[in-house]
Each structure stands twice: as structure tokens, then as C-alpha cells.
């Protein structure tokens, strides 16, 4: 069965910066591009950005709006993805989602992890 | 930036009553190498992740109920549910899945009427 666990959410200030993870079973992770897509508190759904696996380059690809600030990656020793934000804006509070598709849409996704960026 | 959006944005439709949501693009998504139009649709209830129901505009996902269907080409697409069940009521996207950046519609909130 595939899961998708996100991790690292929380309180930070503006301007700062955090780490999300996101652990990965059931699937072979290394053959397998992966998301992120992340959701403001009662509106609608923005993709953050999509790694490709190595075989296929490795190559990170983002959303206009994260202008260098967000960084994508991943350990394929650890069946492991990361998001790190940095440069946090209010507007980046939300929850956070990994998902993944198999070559097609985003069939499957994690329960989130929030992210509350304060003034 | 390919935009999506998406009318109504709300409905309320009647247990067993047809409900169509419609999705349009600023660009075309059909790919000239396969054919295929690349437009996903999701559901999303209250507090809980959203879930993929149709790829390729028409695709249903794996158990995703027949009751669902899609349809569409270019830059118009179709969400239809042909009989709405009290499990239904949720938030609907599309979703381009052709280029990077992937967009999403705003959203469609289906309830019962």
C-alpha cells in the first residue's frame, strides 16, 4: 500500500525558514517523481513544485510564486523527500501535501502538514 | 502560467439529480505526441485531502465510482456526476496536468439541495 507521511510543520515567524519531510513506503521510491502541493487555510489547492526521480534527471521544477525560496529534494537511500522554505511570507501559511502519480495525475497524497508563518 | 478556471462556483443539486461542473484553460492541453488531454479532476471533502478522480480528461482513477465521468477537449472540460449520493458533497478541481507549472481551477463546492 502506498504512504505518504509529511512531517516537519509548524509555527515560524516571518522571514524564517523550516524543513518539511515527507516518508514514503509501498512504492519504489527511486523510479517515482514526486510533489508537493500545499492548500491556505479554506481556499483552494497550489502546486509548490515536482522532482523527477534520478534516472529521469533529477530535475526540480516550482511554481512561478516561489521565486527561488523553496527547495526541493530528495534521498532515495531513505525513500525520503524534502521541502526546505526559507525567506517565509504569511501568505505561505498553509497546509503542505505530498503526492505523487505514477506517470499520471496525483493519485495518491499524505494527510499534510501545517505550516502557520506569524507577523 | 496556463490559468484554470471553473463555473459554477458553487452548486446544490438534488439526491440523484445530474450535477456538471465545467473547467476552462487559457491554453490548450492536448498533447501532440499521445493524444491525450491532460486534465485531471479531484475531489475534495471536508477535512481530508483531496483525491484524484479522472486523468487524461476521461481516465477514472482505480474504485473511482462509474457514476463520474469527464469529458472535453482542448481548453473546455466537463465534470459530470450522473446521479449525486450524499458522499458527493465535497469541493471539486481540475487540474492541468500538461505543462509545469501544474495549475489548479479554484474549485467548485457541490452540496445537496
Known amino acids: 500500500e502506498v504512504q505518504l507521511v509529511e512531517s516537519g510543520g509548524g509555527l515560524v515567524k516571518r522571514g524564517g525558514s523550516l524543513r518539511l519531510s515527507c516518508a514514503a513506503s509501498g512504492f519504489t521510491f527511486s523510479n517515482t517523481w514526486m510533489s508537493w502541493i500545499r492548500q491556505a487555510p479554506g481556499k483552494g489547492l497550489e502546486w509548490v513544485g515536482r522532482i523527477k526521480s534520478k534516472i529521469s534527471g533529477g530535475t526540480v521544477d516550482y511554481a512561478t510564486y516561489v521565486k527561488g525560496r523553496f527547495t526541493i529534494s530528495r534521498d532515495d537511500s531513505k525513500n525520503m523527500m524534502y521541502l526546505q522554505l526559507s525567506g517565509l511570507k504569511i501568505e505561505d501559511t498553509a497546509m503542505y501535501y505530498c503526492?505523487?502519480?505514477?506517470?499520471?495525475?496525483?493519485?495518491?497524497w499524505g494527510q499534510g502538514t501545517l505550516v502557520t508563518v506569524s507577523s | 502560467d496556463i490559468v484554470m478556471t471553473q463555473s459554477p462556483d458553487s452548486l446544490a443539486v438534488s439526491l440523484g439529480e445530474r450535477a456538471t461542473i465545467n473547467c476552462k484553460s487559457s491554453q490548450s492541453l492536448l498533447s501532440s505526441s499521445d493524444k491525450k488531454n491532460y486534465l485531471a479532476w479531484y475531489q475534495q471533502r471536508p477535512g481530508q485531502p483531496p483525491k484524484l478522480l479522472i486523468y487524461w480528461t476521461s481516465t477514472r482513477d482505480s474504485g473511482v465510482p462509474d457514476r463520474f465521468s469527464g469529458s472535453g477537449s482542448g481548453t473546455d472540460f466537463t465534470l459530470t456526476i450522473s446521479s449525486l449520493q450524499a458522499e458527493d458533497v465535497a469541493v471539486y478541481y481540475c487540474q492541468q496536468h500538461y505543462t509545469t507549472p501544474f495549475t489548479f481551477g479554484p474549485g467548485t463546492k457541490v452540496d445537496i439541495k
Open positions: 503526492t505523487t502519480g505514477f506517470g499520471t495525475a496525483e493519485s495518491h
